[in-house]
């Protein structure tokens, strides 16, 4: 399922329209968040290795900073548009706010597939996006951070292109940094940790044992295979499928999956050696294989607009829970129907907060000039998204409302209390 074919932000501010009505939302303030405050639009030229100049798209998009400086990763992807970065950037703002971390939403994008470039092509472009966005970015302004199609190494060549540009080491400029390089330990496993301890609480509120559940997931890259790890390794539970995307033919990769030995078959951007799954016995499916499994718990965690008025009913009726590892990954469609069939949601930004939670982390360890151990960073993530989990599910218990909503009420709810409290409404 393309992700061309859903319109990104129109759906963020469709579910933030269908909240804005339920919490009777003054219409000025519901203008305010409609739309980013900020965005940014630029060209990048690069000299590729063969001496041609190409020029690239870049975007930087900030949405609302009433809480704290925007936050949000620069995604690198050949289907890249405006629409793309708005809708991330406004989801971020919701995501900073039900993390209670004290932060604004965020998002940037070059139009590229980061595969098709050589490694110094790559340096060349990451340099390039901040010498275009430099002087709206940093510390107290805007803190970028990895994405689909970006790494850890990425965020290495930005921050030290930003911190030429202004003279001063800033390390806090930009989180998702390589450990040994101003980044954090945990912040790899983050999201998918982050995921699994929303998963680990939801099914205590449901009373589902997790060592007999099953989990078939979305996508391969970071934040699914921590996903998978953790559903294996901290839950006790069986990964039945993970997919991914192949630049030739797409391929769901099935049977009782085991994540840390596809780990070592995966390369940077999520994609599996499919020979080396063959030979080990791995079944290979069509691309949306990984949706119809009779699992008790679907983890999309690949890309926005899969589960969908065509696709939702290809999912099996065993399936109780789903987890969004992705940002959007399902459409206002496909959610009517999984509130009719009683599905437990957990909505993206609240689902996969822990990334942002853990760069958040970053930057104050940045600020300290004082690095926290693993478990250090791990303890207080959970602590974090086990206290989010709660303020959400407190209101949907109360009220009786789709998880998304209560996710969403609650974030707005912060929003608008902290643009109230600076005097902006
Ligand atoms: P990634 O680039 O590491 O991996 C993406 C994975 O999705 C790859 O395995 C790729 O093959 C797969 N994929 C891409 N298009 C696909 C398609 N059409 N069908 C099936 N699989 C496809 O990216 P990531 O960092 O793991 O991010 C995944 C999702 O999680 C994105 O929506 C991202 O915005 C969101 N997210 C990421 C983080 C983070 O910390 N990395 C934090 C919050 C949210």
Redesign the pocket.
């Known amino acids: 399922?393309?992700?061309t074919t859903t319109n990104a932000f129109q759906m963020a501010q469709q579910q933030f329209d269908q909240v804005a009505d339920q919490l009777n939302l003054d219409a000025q303030v519901r203008e305010y968040l409609r739309w980013p405050l900020r965005e940014f639009q630029f060209r990048i030229p690069v000299r590729m290795d063969s001496g041609e100049i190409r020029v690239f798209n870049g975007f930087r998009v900030q949405h609302n900073d009433a809480i704290g400086p925007c936050k949000g990763?620069i995604?690198f992807?050949p289907s890249e548009t405006i629409d793309t970065v708005r809708a991330?950037a406004t989801w971020m703002t919701w995501?900073c706010a039900i993390a209670n971390i004290p932060l604004g939403g965020g998002k940037g994008g070059v139009v590229i597939d980061p595969a098709t470039l050589t490694n110094s092509e790559k340096e060349k472009l990451c340099r390039g996006y901040i010498q275009q966005i430099w002087r709206n970015i940093g510390p107290r302004q805007d803190v970028p951070?990895?994405?689909?199609?970006?790494?850890p190494q990425m965020m290495g060549w930005m921050m030290d292109e930003y911190s030429k540009l202004t003279g001063q080491y800033t390390p806090g400029v930009i989180t998702?940094k390589p450990v040994g390089g101003g980044g954090s330990l945990g912040?790899t496993e983050?999201?998918?940790f982050?995921t699994i301890y929303h998963l680990r609480e939801a099914m205590k509120m449901l009373k589902i044992d997790s060592s007999k559940c099953t989990a078939s997931i979305?996508?391969?890259?970071?934040?699914?295979?921590y996903a998978a790890i953790g559903f294996t390794e901290l839950l006790k539970g069986k990964v039945m499928a993970?997919?991914?995307?192949?630049r030739d033919d797409?391929r769901?990769y099935t049977k009782g999956i085991d994540a840390r030995f596809l780990q070592g078959i995966?390369d940077?951007?999520?994609?599996?050696d499919k020979d080396a799954a063959s030979k080990a016995g791995y079944v290979i499916e069509d691309?949306?294989a990984?949706l119809s499994k009779d699992v008790d718990v679907l983890i999309p965690?690949?890309?926005?607009g899969?589960i969908n008025a065509e696709t939702v009913e290809m999912i099996s009726e065993k399936v109780r829970i789903i987890a969004e590892?992705?940002?959007?990954?399902t459409t206002l469609e496909a959610d009517e129907e999984l509130k009719k069939r009683g599905v437990f949601m957990l909505p993206?930004f609240l689902c996969?907060?822990?990334?942002?939670t853990?760069?958040y982390f970053e930057g104050v360890q940045n600020d300290m000039n004082y690095y926290w151990s693993r478990d250090e960073v791990l303890t207080r993530l959970d602590e974090k998204m086990t206290v989010a989990f709660h303020s959400v599910y407190e209101l949907y218990e109360k009220e009786k409302i789709f998880m998304r909503d209560a996710a969403y009420m609650v974030a707005i709810n912060r929003v608008v209390k902290a643009m109230q409290l600076r005097g902006w409404i």
């Open positions: 399922m393309n992700a990763g995604r992807h991330l995501k951070a990895p994405d689909v199609g970006t790494t998702g912040r983050a999201t998918g982050g979305q996508g391969f890259g970071n934040v699914a295979q993970v997919s991914y995307w192949d797409r769901s995966t940077q951007y999520g994609a599996i691309d949306m990984w965690a690949a890309i926005e899969q590892g992705a940002n959007g990954p993206d996969n907060a822990g990334g942002v853990v760069s």
